[in-house]
């Protein structure tokens, strides 16, 4: 019964930090003139990709790399199987240029890269230097692509004050820009607060269950902290900010094998042991998921609802494949 009431105000918290999210990211990319897809990719993907975080510091410190290493490649899967098969879904998902040409090929490179890192069983201190660096250099990438496209088109940002009425009021117009940026604060730290309370006591009964770090890596702590990812994305749909939940979700999957994985590395010295199970079959499956997104991204450079259709049910024929393969 506790563990049933954890999971349901970590639910709650999830939602509530979900809709502050979207509604001032939004409202603060538009006083910044900065493209909301920008601050989904940027902002919102670290700071909803918190949780991962956490749990790698956590897990690599214990000596438990399968966990760590699991979790982010679960969490992956989950963002770019199923998170975004179910945005296809509810309504086609149109990319623009950086996206094809960007990001897809950023998740590419560090998917292969984390791969190629983690095959000798283990993570070593240093191949957190690079892992880290990548997220930096991303970053500045995607500054770098906002401004040249801005510049290109010549247009000012758009008024934001058609958005102050639902993002602050009063209050947002008196304090602009950093007001929405406080909200945005409180929104990820709500969402971070849920995911928590959500993986605990999912986490508590897998344990009492008696199954393997890497299964619980895998499933229940990936798609709990990709509850963030899966809230924002849902809300962000219903609210017409397709852009943000999309960035979101291509953002969080670069940076949780960056600097989600390359901090914990550096922090803890090194992974610890990496199941076998995870190098075999999990890490390919999931650079086999980011290469699959490459014909699914440039086919008419949208995923439609079929293609979402088909990419959800892969993630539950994943799933059960997991299910089936316990002892």
Known sequence: MTSLVQLLIGLLALICGAELVVRNGSA???RMGVPPMIIGLTIISIGTSTP????????????????????????????????LGLCALLKPVHFDRRTLLLDLPGVVLVAVLG???AWDGQLQTWEGIPL?????VYTVLLGWWSRRDKTASGTAALDPDELIEDAGGDAGRRHGTWWYLMLLVVGIAVIVVGADWLVGGAESLA???????????LTVVAIGTSAPELFTAIIASFRGERDLAIGNLIGSSIYNLTLILGVPVLVAGGSGP?????????????????????????TGRRLSRVEGGLMV???????????????
Do not use: H, K, Q
């Open 274 to 298: 990496i199941d076998t199970s995870l190098l075999r079959v999990d890490l390919p499956i999931m650079v086999g998921v980011c290469f699959a997104c490459i014909p699914l991204f440039w």
């Open 207 to 217: 344990r009492s269950m008696g199954v393997s770090d890497a299964f619980i890596g």
């Open 52 to 83: 991962e975080l956490a749990v790698g510091v956590d897990a690599m410190r214990a000596n438990a790399g399968s966990l760590a290493i699991g979790n982010i490649a679960g969490t992956n899967v989950v963002n770019l199987l199923l998170i």
């Open 313 to 327: 049910a892969g993630y539950i024929a994943y799933f059960t494949s997991l299910i089936l393969m316990l002892d």
């Open 115 to 117: 791969m190629a890192f």
């Open 132 to 136: 880290t660096l990548l997220a930096i």
């Open 28 to 30: 603060m990319a538009l």
